[in-house]
Nanobody, 120 residues
Framework: QVRLVESGGGLVQTGESLRLSCTAS????????RAWFRQAPGKEREFVAA???????WYADSVKGRFTISRDNAENTVSLQMNSLKPEDTALYYC??????????????WGQGTQVTISS
């Protein structure tokens, strides 16, 4: 079993930045791909970004050019740098892990989520 713990959420104003982090308790084949999802009130959880063990990255169109995902394999940590934040980025952000890349919710491990709120 792998535990994922997110940190870094908070309340900021439109145009500001936040950096989220997610640390895994250990590395397994099921954590080769690490991803971020988000869920806004009344909406379904959606894919945000993902990164493979070798550094390949994927982004949702809504965050391309504003968000950057990175990982530190030695620390089992993945980060999401979020710039130029908009009110529509407000959501509960979840960290997830899977053996291969996918944009649906079929990830093996999930964190508890960290709240990101953007005020206008």
């Amino acid at each position: 079993q792998v535990r994922l713990v997110e940190s870094g959420g908070g309340l900021v104003q439109t145009g500001e930045s936040l950096r989220l982090s997610c640390t895994a308790s250990r590395r397994t084949s099921d954590t080769a791909v690490r991803a971020w999802f988000r869920q806004a009130p009344g909406k379904e959880r959606e894919f945000v970004a993902a990164i493979s063990w070798t550094g390949n990255t994927w982004y949702a169109d809504s965050v391309k050019g504003r968000f950057t995902i990175s990982r530190d394999n030695a620390e089992n940590t993945v980060s999401l740098q979020m710039n130029s934040l908009k009110p529509e980025d407000t959501a509960l952000y979840y960290c997830a892990a899977a053996p291969t890349f996918r944009t649906n919710n079929d990830y093996v491990y999930w964190g508890q989520g960290t709240q990101v709120t953007i005020s206008s």
